[in-house]
T-cell receptor
Framework: GAVVSQHPSRVICKSGTSVKIECRSL??????MFWYRQFPKKSLMLMATSNEGSKATYEQGVEKDKFLINHASLTLSTLTVTSAHPEDSSFYIC??????????FGPGTRLTVT | DAKTTQPPSMDCAEGRAANLPCNHS???????VYWYRQIHSQGPQYIIHGLKNNETNEMASLIITEDRKSSTLILPHATLRDTAVYYCIVRVAGGNAGNMLTFGGGTRLMVKP
């Protein structure tokens, strides 16, 4: 099946710094990628939809200037958490959609902001 | 608005069948029923999906009622590694913008020895 990777798998950063998370579709092209956030014992919440070559579409309540998304190629999308704070600590999961419309998920990135 | 309703948790004995129900009474004619599961600290894993016919693969079986208002995911012989949160999602298939997967609360299945 289709494979989606994320890097890093876990990261610890200090408050005020920025962190970049990469999402790659390894064996298929993804014109659309999605970024989700998940807090402990909660379900996945969609943050934004990332379209290759255009600006991301953010869900209500998600700050676009804080969560910068870049989808520069058909196999790579990045999420940058700018000026991270402890409340940004969460599990971030990306998903890539193939040309048939099926979505495949990455393994997730656990961000801890100290 | 939640499009599916699932029990928050279920227990199952190891080796027995796990039957996970899902209600989707407002499902549209062009919407499929998808099942994903999420093992702790991992990304969601695709299990199975169907439109109106029952489906079976190496992981599970999906039984959809004739009126399509509910479905049941069946794990025929649950193992401890099947302990996870199982999500039932309805969505239109295809590559159209806007038909992303939206997750509800899911069912936390605990398989016990």
């Amino acid at each position: 099946g289709a494979v989606v990777s994320q890097h890093p798998s876990r990261v610890i950063c200090k408050s005020g710094t920025s962190v970049k998370i990469e999402c790659r579709s390894l064996d298929f092209q993804a014109t659309t990628m999605f970024w989700y956030r998940q807090f402990p014992k909660k379900s996945l919440m969609l943050m934004a939809t990332s379209n290759e070559g255009s600006k991301a579409t953010y869900e209500q309540g998600v700050e676009k200037d804080k969560f910068l998304i870049n989808h520069a190629s058909l196999t790579l999308s990045t999420l940058t958490v700018t000026s991270a704070h402890p409340e940004d600590s969460s599990f971030y999961i990306c998903s890539a959609r193939d040309l048939r419309g099926e979505q495949y998920f990455g393994p997730g990135t656990r961000l801890t902001v100290t | 608005d939640a499009k599916t309703t699932q029990p928050p948790s279920m227990d199952c004995a190891e080796g027995r069948a796990a039957n996970l129900p899902c209600n989707h009474s407002t499902i549209s004619g062009n919407e499929y029923v998808y099942w994903y599961r999420q093992i702790h600290s991992q990304g969601p894993q695709y299990i199975i999906h169907g439109l109106k016919n029952n489906e079976t693969n190496e992981m599970a079986s999906l039984i959809i009622t004739e009126d399509r208002k509910s479905s049941t995911l069946i794990l025929p012989h649950a193992t401890l590694r099947d302990t996870a949160v199982y999500y039932c999602i309805v969505r239109v298939a295809g590559g159209n913008a806007g038909n992303m997967l939206t997750f509800g609360g899911g069912t936390r299945l605990m398989v016990k020895p």
